[in-house]
């Protein structure tokens, strides 16, 4: 059990941009802009340190939207936050910043902040804003400056994997901190993100020749090897071995979804995971997350349910990606599409 319990808490809709893989808009792109009231955020503060106190654990908030900083009451927020002690990082846009809000964020204890970058300039500004590419290059000066740990995200898709190796390079040129990559995970309208097992093999053999190449010329940029599926790669080049000590039955790695973490939405609906789109386990507003906790998300940690995963020796340090495996079939325990295993 991880000391800290991450909240990623969307406290609006509002945004500047429209992304085309955005997941707020996926299913309806005529939504209504939700956010929170002042009353509600406070309610739902107070629900997660309930929830942090009775299992012993630290808080650790990701607030993001939308855009976080556009809330009318960002900053009351974040005084909450520093009045608490309570470490966060922000998951937001480039367009609001300067050197004061950023050291501004460093006063309220913000300790990083996540920039989204998704190709090269012109692949970029496809996905989000005409113009968005050179203004997330330029602020992440603002974010370092303030003493802030400058985080780049790339979500990856059929359409820009062949861009990830030059999104590298790009964001190591700029300063980023740290740099990590995603798949998209699919929605009702679109069930194929447009890439093989094997594609997706090679993407990440391409990616650790690179990140070991910049190591060892001394480079500051964290290659943070966010998803799961690089715990196979690893395995199988050596890299990652079983622990010899380790038990059956419990779970040391892989997916976070009913171990440390919980998303919240601006009308308060509570999901084990942002990206299951069908996985929504209650309301902030109406339930205690305790409670949640032990009753609804109960489901996503029956691991012997995992179709593939669950005959694999890796089962208690991978299990994929169920979110893309959700969004790709509707089943959160279906085998994940782009893991290359062969379990037969």
């Given amino acids: 059990m991880k000391k800290y319990f991450a909240f990623q808490w969307h406290i609006t809709d509002e945004c500047d941009q429209r992304c085309k893989h955005c997941y707020i808009f996926s299913e309806d792109n005529c939504k209504q802009l939700d956010s929170m009231s002042w009353q509600r955020i406070q309610d739902t503060f107070y629900n997660c340190l309930d929830f942090c106190q009775v299992y012993g654990r630290l808080p650790y908030f990701y607030i993001t939207g939308g855009d976080p900083i556009l809330h009318p009451d960002f900053w009351k927020l974040l005084k909450l936050l520093k009045c608490h002690n309570i470490p966060f990082t922000i998951l937001g846009n480039p367009f609001h910043l300067n050197d004061q809000v950023c050291i501004k964020l460093k006063e309220y204890g913000c300790e990083k902040y996540q920039l989204s970058l998704d190709g090269s300039r012109n692949t970029h500004d496809w996905f989000r804003k005409p113009g968005s590419f050179d203004i997330t290059l330029e602020k992440i000066d603002c974010i370092n400056n303030a003493g802030i740990k400058s985080v780049i995200m790339t979500t990856v898709s059929g359409v820009n994997i062949d861009e990830i190796p030059e999104i590298i390079d790009i964001s190591v040129k700029a300063g980023a901190d740290v740099f990590a990559f995603a798949r998209y995970c699919p929605t009702s309208e679109e069930k194929d993100i447009g890439i093989t097992p094997q594609r997706y093999r090679k993407l990440l053999e391409d990616c650790d020749k690179k990140f070991k190449e910049y190591k060892s010329a001394g480079c500051k940029t964290y290659f943070n090897k966010k998803d799961h599926l690089w715990t196979l790669y690893e395995y199988e080049t050596g890299s990652f071995k079983i622990p010899q000590d380790s038990q059956e039955g419990i779970i040391y ?92």
């Fill in 253 to 344: 790695g892989g997916c976070n979804c009913g171990n440390c973490h919980l998303t919240i939405l601006p009308k308060g609906d509570v999901f084990a995971c942002r990206r299951v789109l069908n996985g929504r386990v209650g309301n902030v507003f109406e339930d205690r997350l305790a409670d949640i906790w032990i009753c609804q998300m109960e489901r996503y940690r029956e691991y012997s349910k995992f179709e593939k995963c669950s005959k694999c020796e890796l089962l208690a340090w991978c299990r994929g990606c169920p979110a893309v495996a959700s969004g790709n079939s509707g089943n959160f325990y279906a085998p994940d599409p782009q893991c290359w295993k062969d379990i037969s």
